[in-house]
């Protein structure tokens, strides 16, 4: 039996991809559950809008992060900055301390720091009835908010799905754009024919686009899938453009795609490529802010998610079906999109291009093709 042990040890021992994944999922779980993985909302991002908005907002309980003051602005102004996705919470002070008809706007696409707000401003209402005097800030502050209106905006009744179907599009576009890719073209290295392309007068980024045609069509049509079954059975809302949204996942889409291959041009088995699909997959689906709040997570850990290509497609996705927000407000998540595709598309073909060339191949400037996409 020990000389049994000593040969899976050394088994072990030339397989680095598995003895990385071991000790990497581990310290990645950690890493996820310990400092980004939390349901507790400390703080929320918050506006305060209307004649009484300085006040207001210098006398704010600390859970509301005060990210704008607006005096001379009303109602509009506060539902355009929730629509946008610059707030969760707008405050709507009215005009003066006797009129006491302060609207509260929730944005209802956050659903935690939804819950959290109501809780806070139910507390604010009990302190509000047990102040004596407006000469005080915060007496003029909880007396402008007794008895305030709080109105929860885009998903009124705080349902679980109206928030998860369209981050679900984004992780039907990942498994298939980047696990059944990455598996698809291993696969056709094992059985050999992938070689034989390398002897056909086609380009790498002819043979890229080639192996990657159906997997586009394959998740298109899955997406459509996801986003009728929500809209017909899950009574999930489309506010938005379509087109803003399919310019959003076609450019989140070709980021899985690129990817995928990525990952089949390093992986020699489709267990490794698997292996390192689901070191890809995990991070996105736990930090992109589809389940936890990016400001509810550690700094430490926060910038991962800028990273991350599903980070940006869910404030795209949840942002046009959801809230209706135009493509003028979503134009750095789409530029972000696009870049993150630039740059995995242009290592993909890199990568592919190299294992496509043959030995001694060279390039119409005569250099090595191995060499040279190395």
Not at 81 to 90: D, F, H, T, Y
Not at 144 to 149: E, F, H, I
Not at 324 to 335: D, E, I, K, Q, Y
């Amino acid at each position: 039996m020990w000389a049994i042990v000593v040969k899976e040890f050394r088994q072990l021992r030339r397989d680095r991809r598995t003895v990385a994944m071991l000790f990497l999922l581990p310290f990645l779980f950690l890493i996820v559950f310990g400092y980004a993985a939390s349901f507790d909302v400390k703080t929320v991002p918050t506006v305060v809008v209307g004649p009484l908005a300085t006040t207001v907002a210098a006398h704010l309980p600390g859970q509301f992060d005060v990210v704008g003051v607006h005096p001379a602005d009303g109602y509009t102004q506060a539902f355009n900055e929730l629509r946008n996705g610059k707030a969760i919470i707008a405050i709507v002070t009215p005009a003066s301390l006797d009129a006491r008809n302060a609207q509260i706007l929730i944005d209802g696409t956050e659903l935690l720091a939804a819950r959290t707000a109501i809780t806070g401003f139910s507390q604010m209402k009990a302190l509000s009835s047990g102040v004596p005097t407006i000469n005080q800030g915060p007496g003029q502050a909880y007396y402008a908010l007794k008895l305030p209106t709080l109105k929860v905006l885009f998903n009124p009744e705080l349902r679980t799905s109206v928030i998860m179907i369209p981050g679900l599009c984004g992780i039907i576009l990942v498994f298939v754009g980047t696990v059944a890719t990455a598996l698809g073209v291993v696969r056709e290295r094992q059985a050999g024919t992938l070689e034989q392309l390398a002897v056909m007068p086609f380009r790498a980024w002819q043979v890229f686009l080639g192996k990657i045609a159906p997997y586009l069509l394959i998740a298109v049509i899955d997406m459509a899938l996801i986003v009728g079954a929500g809209l017909l059975v899950f009574n999930v809302p489309f506010r938005g453009s379509v087109l803003t949204f399919a310019l959003g996942a076609l450019l989140f889409l070709f980021v899985t795609l690129g990817v995928g291959v990525l990952i089949s041009t390093v992986s020699q088995t489709q267990g490794q490529a698997i292996q390192l699909s689901i070191m890809t997959l995990l991070p996105q689906i736990l930090l992109s802010g589809l389940f936890f709040p990016l400001y509810s997570m550690a700094a430490g850990v926060r910038w991962i998610s800028y990273v991350l290509p599903m980070t940006y497609f869910v404030k795209v996705a949840r942002g046009v079906m959801v809230r209706g927000t135009p493509f003028v407000a979503l134009w750095f998540p789409l530029s972000m999109l696009a870049v993150l595709g630039a740059v995995v598309f242009t290592l993909s073909v890199l990568r592919f291009r190299r294992d496509l060339a043959p030995a001694g191949a060279k390039d119409e400037d005569g250099a090595d093709v191995a060499e040279a996409s190395a």
